[in-house]
């Protein structure tokens, strides 16, 4: 498994050549062993290469300094072929996409074009020339498409995050069969110059890692208005939002709801649902079928002709160098003419209001990210139909100008992991993630690759009586924010939230990154209480994880308001000198909120 992002730039900070951390993803790849994950693959030595000059160059300036990642073969990166999975196609480009230009700015390293369903045409994963690539959580599953290769990749721990596409769920649907966060920028964040297109009015790049903060810090890094990019909008800076208590998530109501006689993930999105419950929210049922009425017209409807466009001169000349599932569905464009394209944007857009008056129930909308696993046998022999029911929860969302995030949100009856899609309007990155951060960090869905077999997998960590010790955390390890993956990933459990005796004041530290807030102890009752959330380790994870902190922070014995008392952060005296007091806010989250 591979670090995190965090993790990473922590251990490169702390003396981690950049060249090491190339040389051990290198070992991966070739310890994975799946002939179909990549099409190309950049030398090692250019990669190694590349990693001496930033190193020569320095972290500064650099927040994704050393990280490496792979890009799906539909998006130019320069120096390797770009294919889009037909050799036919293939080309090598002068420059690199505009998002690829951005990450590598920002210190990260690309090692290679990942495979896909061609032409970025299927949510399968099994329409290419290159082979399927091996799901990471069971070898006889789908891994999903288009974006195939890149989520496998992640999935896998090869990198820790990758590049995909997503048109009609390509960047949630491949998450969600290989147990990772899939994020789907809102059209136009992130430009899509360099890019094949599959259908340029709804494409956009997405973004798959192993948790939600990782993807939103690539996202941070590569949004950016494109004026090359006829398709490209200017967004403000977006952030990590809390969780709000009482939010109001809208879920199809249970007879809309589809799942193809899987009882298990049936069961599983119930359970999912609850979870969001115990965060703090409000769950309002509402019609889908509006929503489900535009998922069809993706495909019904003459949208499948902006693929005929992206590709016409190969399937005019030479069909024959086409999947033969694809060049069906592309050719199939034939049969629209341009008053069906102006009747289907006009019914669109009556769609387009008739749907928006949902939104006024609720504040995101929470779905199946899709509706049930399927086998590569089950798919092979039922191509179409099933990639069909794939996009049950996906297919709308581009065609209404959305955004959304798929993250695994529990361990379902037979081991796999389940998924949820938050689904929100244009611009509403940040709140999804926030949320999506919440639910996962909540879930206790693994967060490396695994093999569930028939029966639930395995906790984590034991759970038995007086194993496990308690820890008070109050900043950025909070459930959702940057540093709460490093609990995770020591196998911690979220237990309860708290506060502390008004005996305490808050402040936040200068300088530090991510921001990070530091308490102190002060003299009985000239203080405040203090928001705390209370997680459980086992005595080999909370040793680690002390370990770790950096001065000027510490564990203490932190007094809670209930009367009990704990172990948590606490501050040297000396470090807040200079901070800014921020105990007024009652807790880090409403002082992050204030910014």
């Not at 006829?230 to 799942?259: C, M, N, T, W």
């Not at 629209?336 to 009747?343: G, H, I, N, Y």
């Not at 951060?437 to 093999?451: D, E, L, N």
């Amino acid at each position: 498994m591979t670090a995190t992002i965090a993790m990473l730039l922590a251990a490169h900070a702390a003396g981690k050549p950049v060249t090491a951390t190339i040389e051990e993803t290198y070992d991966r790849i070739a310890a994975h062993d799946d002939p179909a994950l990549f099409i190309a693959i950049r030398p090692k030595a250019e990669a190694l290469a590349i990693a001496e000059r930033l190193e020569a160059s320095g972290s500064a300036g650099k927040p994704l300094y050393g990280v490496p990642f792979v890009v799906k073969d539909n998006i130019d990166v320069a120096g390797l072929p770009t294919t889009a999975a037909c050799p036919a196609f293939a080309y090598r480009p002068g420059r690199s996409a505009f998002v690829v230009e951005r990450l590598e700015r920002a210190g990260a390293i690309v090692i290679g074009k990942t495979n896909l369903d061609q032409f970025a045409t299927g949510l399968v994963g099994v329409r290419s020339p290159y082979g399927v690539p091996r799901n990471a959580l069971r070898s006889d599953l789908i891994p999903g498409g288009s974006s195939s290769g890149s989520a496998t990749a992640v999935g896998a721990g090869l990198v820790p995050f990758s590049l995909g596409t997503d048109t009609a769920g390509s960047g949630r649907v491949p998450a969600a069969l290989n147990g990772i966060v899939g994020l789907k920028p809102s059209l136009g964040a992130l430009s899509t110059s360099g890019v094949v297109p599959a259908c340029r009015t709804l494409d956009t790049v997405s973004i798959f890692a192993r948790d939600v903060a990782d993807a939103f810090t690539v996202f941070r890094e590569a949004i950016a208005f494109d004026e090359q990019d006829a398709y490209s909008r200017s967004f403000h800076e977006s952030s990590l939002s809390a969780f709000p208590s009482g939010i109001r998530l809208g879920v199809p109501r249970p007879d809309q709801r589809q799942f193809f006689d899987d009882k298990v993930a049936s069961a599983a999105f119930s359970q999912d649902l609850r979870l969001a419950q115990s965060l703090g929210a409000q769950i309002v049922e509402f019609d889908f079928e509006p929503f489900a009425e535009v998922a069809r017209m993706l495909y019904d409807g003459p949208w499948v002709a902006e693929r005929y466009a992206a590709t016409k001169p190969l399937i005019e000349t030479n069909p024959e160098a086409l999947h033969p599932v694809t060049r069906a569905i592309i050719e199939s464009a034939r049969k629209f003419d341009a008053v069906a394209a102006f009747e289907a944007f006009y019914r669109l857009a009556d769609r387009k209001r008739r749907t928006s008056r949902a939104w006024s129930e609720f504040d995101a909308m929470v779905v199946p990210t899709m509706p049930r696993f399927y086998t590569v046998a089950e798919v092979e022999a039922d191509p179409v139909r099933l990639n069909s029911r794939l996009g049950t929860y996906t297919n709308f969302v581009n065609l209404l100008d959305l955004c959304a995030i798929a993250v695994p949100a529990g361990v379902r009856g037979d081991g796999l992991p389940s998924s949820v899609t938050l689904i929100g309007p244009s611009g509403a990155d940040g709140l999804l993630a926030g949320l999506a951060a919440a639910i996962q960090a909540r879930s206790g869905a693994p967060t490396k690759a695994a093999a569930p077999a028939a029966s639930p997998a395995p906790q984590a960590a034991s759970s038995a009586p007086g194993e496990r010790i308690e820890i008070a955390v109050l900043g950025a390890h909070l459930s959702g924010l940057p540093l709460n993956r490093e609990l995770v990933d020591l196998g911690a459990s979220f237990s309860r939230e708290v506060e502390t005796t008004p005996d305490y004041r808050l402040f936040a530290l200068p300088g530090s990154a991510p921001a990070k807030p530091g308490l102190l102890r002060v003299a009985e009752g000239a203080g405040s209480a203090i928001k705390a959330e209370i997680w459980t380790l086992d005595r080999g994870g909370f040793g680690d994880f002390v370990a770790r902190i950096p001065a000027p922070l510490g564990i203490g014995t932190i007094r809670l308001r209930d009367g009990g008392s704990v172990k948590g952060f606490l501050v040297e005296a000396e470090a807040v000198k200079a901070a800014e007091d921020v105990s007024r806010f009652g807790g880090w989250r409403a002082y992050l909120k204030s910014r």
